[in-house]
């Protein structure tokens, strides 16, 4: 079954750590580029992070540079994001996601076909 | 502030047809593809248009979309109460090397 589950999220106080997994079954994983994206509660969809395939490319937004760092472990099907310096605006469910796409002529296409259930973090006194 | 803009909701009977729209700039839609994304309520978003008007396998033609200069626009037709979802616009802006979403339109079928 062709499937994305995260885990690791929870409570944390704000300047808190918290490290998120992405279990890929179903496919190969290591033939697609992966990202984190989240969702504060009952507002929209915020991307957050990508890794090309490899891992040799990554990709954050300004949001969380320099304290979010994704990572993935190929030969465990697995996507990681280590969260660092929590802030209570990081509260969101936090989503895995596989992505597809490609730039050609000066025009990128870049979309997610899989997504995982999500994980609520929780960041708070 | 999303730097994709989307109207907050909309709402037509069932049956009936229903349009979205989705605006931004030359650095995202203008010059990038477009997707499209339903998120029902309590449940993770679902790729619905990729590529402007790309429908992935096992999406009804009832959902459509187009894209003309810096805006795009996804259609749903034969509108049913399961379709009462939030719909997000993506794409990929090429000046703040970012994917970026719309802030997401709620859609009522009455």
């Known amino acids: 079954q062709v499937q994305l589950v995260e885990s690791g999220g929870g409570l944390v106080k704000p300047g808190g750590s918290l490290r998120l997994s992405c279990a890929a079954s179903?496919?190969?994983?290591?033939?697609?580029?992966m990202s984190w994206i989240r969702q504060a509660p009952g507002k929209g969809l915020e991307w957050v992070s990508y890794i090309s395939s490899s891992g040799s490319t990554i990709y954050y937004a300004d949001s969380v540079k320099g304290r979010f760092t994704i990572s993935r472990d190929n030969a465990k099907n697995s996507l990681y994001l280590q969260m660092n310096s929590l802030r209570a605006e990081d509260t969101a469910v936090y989503y895995c996601?596989?992505?597809?796409?490609?730039?050609?002529?000066?025009?990128?296409?870049?979309?997610?076909?899989?997504w995982g259930r999500g994980t609520l973090v929780t960041v708070s006194s | 502030q999303s730097v994709l803009t989307q109207p907050p909701s909309v709402s037509a009977a069932p049956g009936q047809k229903v349009t979205i729209s989705c605006s931004g700039s030359s650095s995202n839609i203008g010059n990038n593809y477009v997707s499209w994304y339903q998120q029902l309520p309590g449940t993770a978003p679902k790729l619905l248009i990729y590529d402007n008007n790309k429908r992935p396998s096992g999406i009804p033609d009832r959902f459509s979309g187009s894209k003309s200069g810096t805006s795009a626009t996804l259609g749903i037709t034969g509108l049913q109460t399961g379709d009462e979802a939030d719909y997000y616009c993506g794409t990929w802006d090429s000046s703040l090397s970012a994917l970026v979403f719309g802030g997401g339109t709620k859609l009522t079928v009455l």
């Open positions: 179903g496919f190969t994983f290591s033939d697609y580029y």
């Open positions: 996601a596989r992505d597809q796409g490609y730039c050609s002529g000066g025009s990128c296409s870049w979309y997610f076909d899989l």
